[in-house]
């Protein structure tokens, strides 16, 4: 697994222009701290960067700008919610606990007779049968792979409970969404949005989870 790093955007602010990530930076000035996102490209590279236009963005009014995104996804558009979901839903379909099939069970329970019945009838006749041992790989073989086949089936299920409860988490992210979140939350932008690119004139192409595109301009007030 990597490194989760302390800021949401780290992982998810990437430069339009050169494509490398935005990185944080605490400028001092006048005795004032301030935190922007540079393009890395840029900082490394300076005005060599291939990145002619990488705006940097000062914090503050990144995150307004983040959060008017989230609101506004939330509050104007009445699909998103079910969207999410369906989004949640359709990485959960391989994962369908509606149809295990329980024959498994009865087939294995009928092999394993099968097998008795022929060790039985084996020790009947008082001396191994010439199929004895070609019978007997058989069936136990058959039982091993209806086995390995029952384990994937659990195992899937556990994976789709984990899923369900998931889901019920992201539920309960969106609860907390609305009506307005105004303060920038880490963890709710780690959650539902999967990148948003900067482009020149302050642009952001945001990409939710969802599947949800928008384009919000960050605004600088002073
Ligand atoms: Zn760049």
């Not at 009928?110 to 007997?136: C, P, R, T």
């Not at 899923?163 to 920038?184: A, G, I």
Request: overall charge neutral.
């Amino acid at each position: 697994m990597s490194h989760i790093s302390k800021y949401a955007l780290t992982e998810i602010l990437v430069c339009s222009e050169c494509g490398h990530p935005y990185r944080r930076q605490v400028w001092s000035k006048y005795g004032q701290k301030s935190a922007v996102w540079r393009c890395e490209n840029r900082l490394k590279n300076g005005t060599k960067a291939s990145c002619k236009n990488s705006p940097t963005l000062k914090e503050e009014p990144l995150h307004n700008a983040i959060m008017t995104a989230i609101n506004n996804v939330v509050e104007n558009n009445g699909d998103f919610i079910g969207a999410f979901r369906e989004n949640v839903i359709r990485v959960m379909g391989g994962y369908s606990t509606k149809d295990i099939p329980t024959e498994y069970d009865d087939q294995i329970e009928s092999l394993q007779k099968e097998m008795l019945f022929l060790i039985e009838e084996n020790a009947k006749q008082g001396a191994v049968a010439e199929d004895f041992d070609d019978e007997y790989k058989r069936i136990s073989e058959e039982i091993n792979e209806l086995k390995k086949a029952k384990l994937r089936l659990v195992q899937e299920k556990k994976q789709a409970d984990r899923y369900e409860q998931r889901l019920m988490e992201m539920d309960s992210t969106l609860k907390t969404v609305r009506p307005q979140v105004k303060e920038f939350d880490e963890e709710l932008v780690r959650r539902l949005i999967k990148s948003i690119k900067v482009n020149k004139g302050e642009r952001l192409r945001i990409q939710f989870e969802s599947g949800i595109v928008m384009e919000q301009i960050v605004d600088y007030y002073d």
